[in-house]
């Protein structure tokens, strides 16, 4: 039996995150006999660092590089470049990965002309806290053309779903919660790994270590956990801060490191690719973020036994267990604070795949799920 064939459509960038690592981990763990992706690029290949892998030995990367000068989506190279593909090769399914309406829309459109018998859309994420009115609009008007049209409705989250697709959709046979799951294979905890590693890293047993992992952007809010980590330290001088990740907001993040006089206290770590590890070293996850999606990386702590402070603008759905709390923004710094201190002192950690499975955040199950709604079974 031949397998499905899916070409997976993302808007693409610099970096190898978001949807591009959703993708990658998804793809990793699907069974490659019944459904086979390949990829496409609005802009640039966020997989380019990666491509040599051999979970892509049998797939097509197409880029576009559909990017006007002002940084804009260059909408008529976008639908010419996908109509070219779809009629040199036969799909089963498109399965878009955007919250853009103004790329669902034309999309959705293009793959009717060319006869895709399944049409995926998938929401990623939720409105940024700054859309603008002519946005939260365009959003409103075409929602219900997507979820007439999609044949299936895909979000991590039902915030990230009812952005994309109303109540209405959400609420339609075609949605399907698709989770932000996994691989308990590498997000795992072990206290002989900890101790080893602090040994390494010359971090003292007693030393509190708060991390925060995300792209460093307004909206992963590394500018408020600044504020909170210097309440912290206030009481805690025996600590670290970790600011993982890279992004257009690093030259800001170390001019307010300074104007706080916590450096070296403070640590930018740029992107990494040892995080579970650096998770085991860890006693917090800082997770405070204006809007989010769902927030994959607060499901590898709690596989890793690591207690998460985020947002309550981080959906309900992230708190598989009970390592994760919520507070507000308007919450004063000091409160979060306080909370940190409370939550670095768990004494009995241990990796929580048990916990995550029975709710299905495991990576094989999430991926035996999509096979089976892309029309593979699980036979």
Known sequence: MKPIKVLQIIVGGKNFNGVAGFLYQFYKNIDHEKVHFDFLFIRENAMASCADDPVFADSKFYVLNAVKKNKKTDHMKMIKGIDTVLKKKHYDAVHINTLSVGANVPIIRVCKKNNISKII???HNEYSTKISKVKLLSHKVFQPYITKNADLLFAC?????ECLFGKKGVRSEKYHQIN????????????EKRSELRKQMNIPDGKVIIGQIGRLSAQKNQSFSLKV?????????????WIIGGGPDE???RQQIG???????VKILGQRNDINDLMNVMDVLLFPSLWEGFGTVTMEAQATGLPVLA??????????TDLVSFLSLDEPAYAWAEKLAELSGRPDRKSM????GEKGFTIKQAAIKLEELYGAGNE
């Open 121 to 123: 859309s998938h929401s």
């Open 157 to 161: 989250s039902e915030k990230a779903g």
């Open 180 to 191: 932000n799951a996994v691989d308990p294979e590498v997000f795992y905890y072990s206290a």
């Open 229 to 241: 980590y210097a309440e912290f330290f206030k009481v805690h001088p025996d600590s670290e801060f």
């Open 251 to 253: 030259q800001k993040i």
């Open 259 to 265: 104007e706080l006089s916590l450096d070296p206290n």
């Open 311 to 320: 947002s309550t603008n981080v959906p309900a759905e992230a708190a598989a």
């Open 353 to 356: 795949h048990d916990e995550l």
